[in-house]
């Protein structure tokens, strides 16, 4: 679907890079009268920024990027947003460090583990940067872990075991053969996420309070919906809403089509996200996350689940982020 169509229904860009099939200052000089609000990429899966940091690698085919953008959109008075990848990050996932583990010592190198003090302190250190540019709002994703599969390092190992008090170092939580140590697996999980999101927005808030922080939430069938949310990435969906009062509903992540309105998995989508209306009277804002809407079909579709949601903001990009199949497969748990 064309950049100007995309514009004119309301939907805001999250550019990368990547995805602009021109210059940064073409992509302005063409769009710039339709655009009231952007979000830019400052992280990307990858690992690496596209501004000058004192702490993470600059990519290097597009090291000032997020910066000139936010140069450009001051200048003319738009308003703007930043992206922050969090635990998908290549970079440190290269480290033996950072890495997460299956049960059997299989390492991803996409995606960290997301229980290393030495990458929250990292990561928080970014957040901060990004927040002292003069966007309004900020977007955090990739958020949670890889998948229940995920993570058995030797840290999180020994840490649960001293958390469920077990007389011998934690191994696995099966579900089958033992629940209530599998339920306990993942509610510790839960906790430590919650934990470490909290500490990102208190980073942000820190440096600009009245910055609007939106956490990513991925909803897809596939996953299972929010219980698969939960016990795949650990991501506790009242506890984010709250946190941040702003959630951004990634909508079908996994899935390549969204559905058509009036089949039975459009309305089973429905169903599932139900909570939006619940946590709207108290207080959360919502937004719609979607990876590429290719054509006037697919923004139909997503036009549609926002209405039938009543989510009145839709953000999208222009093409998928890098490494974004292998961590397709990682969340649906066939990286293995």
Same mark, same amino acid.
């Given at each position: #679907?064309?950049?100007?169509?995309?514009? @004119?229904?309301?939907? @805001?860009?999250?550019?990368?890079?990547?995805?602009?099939?021109?210059?940064?200052?073409?992509?302005?000089?063409?769009?710039?009268? =339709?655009?009231?609000?952007?979000?830019?990429?400052?992280?990307?899966?990858?690992?690496?920024?596209?501004?000058?940091?004192?702490?993470?690698?600059?990519?290097?085919?597009?090291? @000032?990027?997020?910066?000139?953008?936010?140069?450009? @959109?001051?200048?003319?008075?738009?308003?703007?947003?930043?992206?922050?990848?969090?635990?998908?990050?290549?970079?440190?996932?290269?480290? +033996?460090?950072?890495?997460?583990?299956?049960?059997?010592? +299989?390492?991803?190198?996409?995606?960290? %583990?997301?229980?290393?003090?030495?990458?929250?302190?990292?990561?928080?250190?970014?957040?901060?940067?990004?927040?002292?540019?003069?966007?309004?709002?900020?977007?955090?994703?990739?958020?949670?872990?890889?998948?229940?599969?995920? %993570?058995?390092?030797?840290? %999180?190992?020994?840490?649960?075991?001293?958390?469920?008090?077990?007389?011998?170092?934690?191994?696995?939580?099966?579900?089958?053969?033992?629940?209530?140590?599998?339920? +306990?697996?993942?509610?510790?999980?839960?906790?430590? #996420?919650?934990?470490?999101?909290?500490?990102?927005?208190?980073?942000?808030?820190?440096?600009?309070?009245?910055?609007?922080?939106?956490?990513?939430?991925?909803?897809?069938?596939?996953?299972?919906?929010?219980?698969?949310?939960?016990?795949?990435?650990?991501?506790?969906?009242?506890?984010?809403?709250? #946190?941040?009062?702003?959630?951004?509903?990634?909508?079908?992540?996994?899935?390549?089509?969204?559905?058509?309105?009036?089949?039975?998995?459009?309305?089973?989508?429905?169903?599932?996200?139900?909570?939006?209306?619940?946590?709207?009277?108290?207080?959360?804002?919502?937004? #719609?996350?979607?990876?590429?809407?290719?054509?006037?079909?697919?923004?139909?579709?997503?036009?549609?689940?926002?209405?039938?949601?009543?989510?009145?903001?839709? =953000?999208?990009?222009?093409?998928?982020?890098?490494? =974004?199949?292998?961590?397709?497969?990682?969340?649906?748990?066939?990286?293995?």
């Amino acid at each position: #679907m064309e950049i100007r169509d995309l514009l @004119t229904r309301g939907v @805001t860009l999250i550019v990368d890079p990547r995805g602009l099939k021109t210059s940064l200052d073409d992509f302005f000089a063409s769009y710039g009268g =339709y655009l009231e609000y952007v979000v830019a990429v400052a992280k990307d899966p990858s690992g690496r920024v596209f501004y000058s940091s004192k702490v993470a690698p600059a990519n290097e085919e597009y090291p @000032t990027f997020f910066s000139e953008a936010l140069d450009t @959109t001051e200048a003319v008075g738009i308003r703007s947003g930043a992206y922050i990848n969090v635990f998908a990050d290549a970079f440190f996932a290269a480290d +033996q460090e950072f890495k997460t583990y299956t049960t059997d010592g +299989q390492s991803l190198g996409v995606l960290v %583990c997301p229980n290393k003090p030495g990458f929250i302190q990292h990561i928080i250190t970014v957040v901060k940067e990004v927040a002292e540019t003069p966007i309004q709002t900020l977007f955090l994703a990739n958020l949670g872990y890889p998948h229940a599969s995920y %993570c058995y390092c030797n840290d %999180c190992r020994e840490e649960f075991t001293k958390y469920a008090d077990l007389r011998h170092t934690f191994q696995i939580a099966d579900p089958s053969a033992n629940p209530a140590l599998y339920n +306990q697996w993942i509610e510790w999980r839960v906790g430590k #996420m919650t934990n470490i999101i909290q500490q990102l927005v208190n980073a942000a808030k820190e440096v600009k309070p009245d910055l609007t922080v939106f956490l990513s939430y991925p909803i897809d069938s596939e996953s299972g919906y929010v219980t698969g949310t939960r016990t795949n990435l650990g991501l506790d969906l009242e506890a984010l809403a709250q #946190m941040s009062k702003n959630l951004a509903i990634e909508i079908f992540p996994w899935t390549p089509i969204l559905p058509d309105p009036g089949t039975n998995d459009f309305s089973n989508f429905i169903e599932n996200i139900t909570f939006v209306d619940g946590l709207k009277k108290t207080g959360v804002d919502f937004a #719609m996350t979607h990876w590429i809407l290719e054509d006037e079909a697919e923004y139909n579709r997503a036009k549609a689940l926002a209405d039938a949601t009543g989510i009145e903001h839709i =953000y999208s990009m222009l093409g998928y982020p890098v490494n =974004y199949q292998t961590i397709r497969e990682i969340r649906l748990g066939l990286g293995r």
